[in-house]
């Protein structure tokens, strides 16, 4: 049984760019949370998606969006990338509001 | 909004001393969750407390939550270098949002 994956492992990109990350839930799970977690810090909520819908968003700009899709995978979005947006990334699925378990995240480097 | 403080922000030890990490929320919560990050790592959730006064025990680790639900503490006795790693402590927030403590990074000298 596969945990929580996330792709890729490593990005590198330039201010202005967009990206887009990628989760996949552990099995049974159908709820999926997004996180950024700065060097030094605790990982921050960015939004959750549930039902292929958002329903709750952290203080995070519109810069940042997301999708999940029906077989409960998502992506996180970025546009114009921030020198700010570097950090680690952090994809965590459950089923409904039970314990949350978190992938290995997603290094992004805004250069 | 929700604030979640650690205490402290680094600890360093000697192997086999003991450690304690302490949370405090601004506001009364449901639940406290605890996860633990390796160097390099993702955070790996511990254990939940629900109930007020609770303790839990995973071996050297003592997990406590306050009687007003708005505190916590982890508690590792003996410490062992497989104890590095960095300790948070999170709370929810509305339904959904977890929200984390900055975390207390504990070091252990062989």
């Known amino acids: 049984d596969a945990g929580v994956t996330q792709s890729p492992t490593h990005l590198i990109k330039t201010r202005g760019q967009q990206v887009t990350l990628r989760c996949s839930p552990k099995?049974?799970?159908?709820?999926v949370s997004w996180y950024q977690q700065a060097l030094g810090q605790g990982p921050q909520f960015i939004f959750q998606y549930y039902e292929e819908e958002e329903r709750q968003r952290g203080n995070f700009p519109d810069r940042f969006s997301g999708h999940q899709f029906p077989n409960y995978s998502s992506e996180l979005n970025v546009n114009a990338l921030l020198l700010g947006d570097s950090a680690l990334y952090l994809c965590?699925?459950?089923?409904?509001?039970?314990?949350?378990?978190f992938g290995p995240g997603t290094r992004l480097l805004v250069l | 909004g929700q604030q979640v403080m650690q205490i402290p922000q680094y600890q360093h030890v000697q192997e086999g001393e003991d450690f304690t990490t302490y949370c405090n929320s601004s506001?009364?919560?449901?639940?406290i969750q605890w996860y633990k990050q390796r160097p390099g790592g993702h955070p790996v959730f511990l254990i939940q407390?629900?109930?007020?006064?609770e303790v839990k025990k995973q071996k050297r680790l003592t997990f406590q939550f306050g009687e007003a639900k708005k505190n916590s503490s982890l508690h590792i006795t003996a410490t062992q270098t497989t104890d590095v790693g960095t300790y948070f402590c999170a709370g929810p927030w509305g339904n959904y949002k977890l929200t984390f403590g900055k975390g207390t990074l504990l070091t252990v000298n062989p």
């Open positions: 407390l629900v109930k007020s006064g």
């Open positions: 506001t009364t919560l449901s639940n």
């Open positions: 099995s049974g799970h159908d709820t």
């Open positions: 965590a699925s459950s089923w409904t509001q039970e314990t949350q378990y």
